[in-house]
């Protein structure tokens, strides 16, 4: 499985961003998928997870109201609407896809988020 995180940049605060996952390869294998971050001299932390039907999400306190998290099987991507940006948004943010009986773990790249107040 490979992951491709798009749609990252410069904002201000209070504006929106949609971050795009592509997959590829045994995307019949996913499990469970979602979006985590690491901002500077922090822990990765989940932001939001999605299971593969879309029917099912999941989010941190801290985005909750604020992003949506979706799925669109047909185009096998994963989005993050992100919309009332702060500056404590800013971080590297990481496509999650979880995968086969043992539920090994595929990571993105990563997709920079810089918001500025």
């Known amino acids: 499985v490979q992951l491709a995180e798009s749609g990252g940049g410069l904002v201000q605060a209070g504006d929106s961003l949609r971050l795009s996952c592509v997959v590829s390869g045994s995307t019949f294998s996913i499990i469970h998928m979602g979006w985590y971050r690491q901002a500077p001299g922090k822990q990765r932390e989940l932001v939001a997870g999605?299971?593969?039907?879309?029917?099912?999400?999941n989010y941190a306190d801290s985005v909750q109201g604020r992003f949506t998290i979706s799925i669109d099987n047909a185009k096998n991507t994963m989005y993050l609407q992100m919309n009332s940006l702060k500056s404590e948004d800013t971080a590297v943010y990481h496509c999650?896809?979880?995968?086969?009986?043992?539920?090994?773990?595929?990571w993105g790249k990563g997709t920079l988020v810089t918001v500025s107040s």
């Open positions: 999605i299971s593969t039907d879309g029917v099912s999400t």
């Open positions: 999650h896809a979880r995968v086969g009986y043992y539920g090994i773990d595929y």
